[in-house]
């Protein structure tokens, strides 16, 4: 038997679910404003809060989870969030990424790492604001990416169809 359940109503979508200290966040996208970062009480379902946020009609993937912050796609036109992970309000938003869903953000070494539309891209985890670009080869197929980047440490790993590609964190190559 479930523990406990949350049903969202007749919506859009609901995206992957993220797990932090007892807390469970999650997305759920209705168009704005009907869009909001959910978070309840990993042991009984217990509220913690909803805050909205801009979206269109996005899938989402799982938000992650650093320190006191989660950060996720979200934006009318795109974009990455930060939100407080204690009461939901938003730290940043940066609006300069790409329009696409189906993705999460990755964390290493005090950076926010996203790729979007063929843009590896390390972000600040307080303001957003974009570190460094490296762009590879991407071959557009929609308006899904249907990946996230993955970090050893010293490399990111992205798969940008039909190709995987390793770039180095230090050197950004």
Same mark, same amino acid.
């Given at each position: 038997?479930?523990?406990?359940?949350?049903?969202?109503?007749?919506?859009?979508?609901?995206?992957?679910?993220?797990?932090?200290?007892d807390?469970?966040?999650?997305?759920?996208?209705?168009?704005?404003?009907?869009?909001?970062?959910?978070?309840?009480?990993?042991?009984?379902g217990?509220?913690v809060? *909803?805050?909205?946020?801009?979206?269109? &009609?996005?899938?989402?993937? /799982?938000?992650?989870? =650093?320190?006191g912050? +989660?950060? $996720? @796609?979200?934006?009318?036109?795109?974009?990455?969030?930060?939100?407080?992970?204690?009461?939901?309000?938003e730290?940043?938003?940066?609006? *300069?990424?790409?329009?696409?869903d189906? &993705?999460?953000?990755?964390y /290493?070494?005090?950076? =926010?790492?996203?790729? +979007?539309? $063929? @843009?590896?891209?390390?972000?600040?985890?307080?303001?957003?604001?974009?570190?460094?670009?490296?762009?590879?080869?991407?071959?557009?197929?929609?308006?899904?990416?249907?990946?996230?980047?993955?970090?050893?440490?010293?490399?990111?790993? =992205?798969?940008?169809?039909?190709?995987?590609?390793?770039?180095?964190?230090?050197?950004?190559?």
């Amino acid at each position: 038997a479930a523990l406990w359940s949350k049903d969202f109503g007749n919506v859009f979508g609901v995206g992957h679910p993220a797990v932090f200290d007892d807390k469970v966040y999650v997305q759920q996208c209705d168009h704005t404003p009907g869009t909001f970062l959910w978070s309840f009480t990993a042991s009984n379902g217990n509220l913690v809060f *909803s805050q909205p946020f801009g979206a269109q &009609w996005e899938t989402y993937w /799982a938000p992650i989870v =650093v320190g006191g912050t +989660v950060f $996720g @796609n979200g934006g009318y036109y795109g974009g990455l969030y930060g939100w407080n992970a204690t009461t939901g309000g938003e730290s940043f938003f940066n609006n *300069s990424l790409e329009q696409y869903d189906e &993705w999460s953000p990755a964390y /290493a070494d005090g950076a =926010v790492y996203t790729f +979007v539309a $063929g @843009n590896l891209r390390a972000h600040d985890p307080v303001t957003g604001v974009i570190q460094w670009t490296k762009a590879v080869t991407w071959n557009w197929a929609g308006w899904s990416m249907a990946t996230t980047p993955v970090l050893s440490g010293t490399h990111a790993f =992205v798969v940008a169809p039909p190709a995987l590609h390793a770039v180095e964190l230090s050197t950004h190559l």
